[in-house]
């Protein structure tokens, strides 16, 4: 393993970075148990992931080598893995590696992604639900293309539409909600070409932009008592399931004007010979 910083190893997992600032990332790491229980039925989580599975299939070579930051609990990571390819993963929380590592990810690291121990080490870089916790997103991606080989791809993303922003972004730790044209602009101040950028969780828009108008943010600090609400009714889930399972086989006929979330691909320039 080629890297550009002295580490350790901990309970088989590569640290680099044993003392992180919390304040690189403003998402609550003890959120990460409740996360690990619901996701696999939770209908945001496995849509999720069925639609960034689809974007490997349709855009990623198998021998690819691929890092996840911000794994979180592995979930992602997991599917991937199984779909064939060997995919590393990291996180500024050590609980969330483990997670990962009970899933059978065998290669992990913590590090600070301000601070990448790796230099053109990856084809395939990517951060889910990751890059709008960050102050500083285009030092990010910054220093994420540092860490891609040259024509390297960077798969994000990211909650869309600033006018769908409610109480519960902000108790997230969100610092912004992207449209396709703002992600767009972002990636070309990074010197990153955009070659795939979507809306996805159309269907279910309309229900953000109610959940805005019953829980809206008036900037206050946040309270000790708020909280994010993972669990919601198994009723009101399973029909969550089926209207986004219904968009992803109708996703070729909808416009791709709005939505929840975005997906994107960015790619590094490739160098002249």
Known sequence: MQTLRKYTEKNGIVVFDSSLDDSLSAYDSENLEEIAKIESKHFWFSARREKISSIFTNHIEKNARILEIGAGTGFIAEKIQEMGYEIEVSDCYLN??????????????????FNPPFQEQFDVICLFDVLEHLKDPKLALTKIKQM????????????????????????????????????????????????????????????????????????????????????IPKSMNGILHFLTKFEFLVERCLPNVVGGSLIAIAQKEKRCI
């Not at 969330?96 to 992604?113: M, S």
């Not at 932009?209 to 708020?226: A, M, Q, S, T």
């Open 148 to 231: 891609l080989k040259p024509g390297g791809k960077i798969i994000l993303t990211v909650p869309a539409h600033m006018f769908l922003w409610s109480r519960e972004d902000a108790i997230a730790g969100h610092q912004i909600r992207y449209s396709k044209n703002e992600l767009k602009r972002l990636f070309c101040s990074a010197n990153l070409t955009t070659i795939y950028c979507k809306y996805f969780f159309v269907l279910i828009a309309p229900l953000l932009y109610l959940r805005r108008l019953i829980y809206p943010d008036h900037g206050k600090p946040i309270g000790p008592n708020e909280k994010f609400h993972f669990q």
């Open 96 to 113: 969330g590696l483990i997670w990962a590592r009970n899933r059978g990810i065998k290669t992990l690291y913590q590090f600070d992604l």
